[in-house]
């Protein structure tokens, strides 16, 4: 059998671990000229002409040197992910199809690209515009998707399970498969957090395809943790419920949901047995700690982020 052709991405993942090495920490590294306003690295001799090891703008955060990558960053959850990472000194790449991803954060660490990740010639862009400019990848949050509008069973068309699942869950494996080899080249080690639902756990009347697809990136994920564990990649799940600061909870739906509950919009948005309103900010800081060394040797969980629910617990 014939050696599989090694791409441009892992051989450019390949020269960063080694300067990360030889430096004793995770470095960006970046094919061409350098960024203006950015100091290199000169110690990392073992890097070809023409590469450069990027030196940290913050030297002792958790995360420096180290890259992520986010889809559906533009809003919401994915957007506060997206921050949580850069505050703690990584760079970060966020794909998504809102044009607003591309200037979302004003730092030479973060690469919005406009996307649809449904599109595979795409992709492959993407991920060589990724490793181009920073050299690799480390982190990995799987956070795209949409909730459509309520459908029972018996009305669902089969043009709508398709959109869903077209969107929720076949991206992800293209996703996967394509960051593998470079997770697999981390300096330290990858790791992947999905973000699926509360409706893994306890599904809801109405929401079939959001729930199924769900469902099924939940067990890509578990697969991946199985998988991957020999290759020091670790993917773990969360489940958040009910996140308001986010674009499906418009004013009309929460009142719309509260009634249906008997309830005020504030007594909905606490109906958990905490009595908490779960945001998104507290779902990415949750997450950024989900791929930090407090979870190192953790794998294949499933944490909801719900305030607790009778459902669930």
Do not use: C
Request: net charge neutral.
């Amino acid at each position: 059998m014939q050696p599989a052709h090694k791409s441009e991405e892992i051989t450019i993942a390949e020269q960063r671990l080694t300067a990360s090495r030889k430096l004793g920490r995770p470095v960006m590294i970046r094919q061409g000229m350098p960024i203006m306003g950015v100091s290199i690295l000169n110690e990392a001799a073992d890097l070809p002409s023409g590469v450069f090891a990027l030196a940290d703008e913050i030297p002792n955060a958790s995360f420096s040197g180290e890259i992520a990558l986010v889809t559906g960053g533009a809003s919401g959850i994915g957007k506060a992910v997206v921050q949580s990472l850069l505050e703690r000194g990584a760079a970060v790449i966020n794909l998504d199809i809102n044009p607003a991803v591309e200037g979302l954060f004003d730092t030479l660490r973060y690469l919005g690209i406009r996307i649809d990740l449904t599109d595979e010639a795409a992709l492959d862009s993407a991920f060589r515009a990724a490793v181009n400019t920073f050299g690799g990848l480390d982190m990995l949050v799987l956070n795209a998707g949409i909730f459509p509008p309520g459908i029972r069973i018996e009305s669902l068309g089969m043009d709508e399970w398709r959109k869903v699942m077209a969107i929720n869950l076949d991206p992800n494996l293209s996703v996967l498969r394509r960051a593998h080899p470079l997770l697999k080249r981390a300096p330290r080690y990858g790791r992947v957090v999905v973000n699926a639902s509360k409706n893994v756990l306890a599904p809801g009347a109405g929401a079939v395809a959001y729930s199924s697809s769900k469902a099924a990136v939940t067990q890509m994920g578990r697969v991946a943790a199985l998988e991957w564990a020999k290759d020091g990649i670790r993917v773990n799940m969360v489940h958040p419920d009910q996140v308001f600061d986010t674009g499906i909870w418009t004013k009309e739906v929460l009142e719309a949901r509260a009634a249906h509950y008997g309830m005020t919009v504030e007594q909905y948005k606490r109906r958990n047995l905490l009595g908490v309103e779960i945001n998104s900010r507290y779902v990415g800081e949750f997450v950024a700690n989900m791929l930090g060394p407090m979870f190192e040797f953790v794998t294949g969980a499933q944490i909801p982020i719900d305030g607790g629910s009778d459902r669930v617990i």
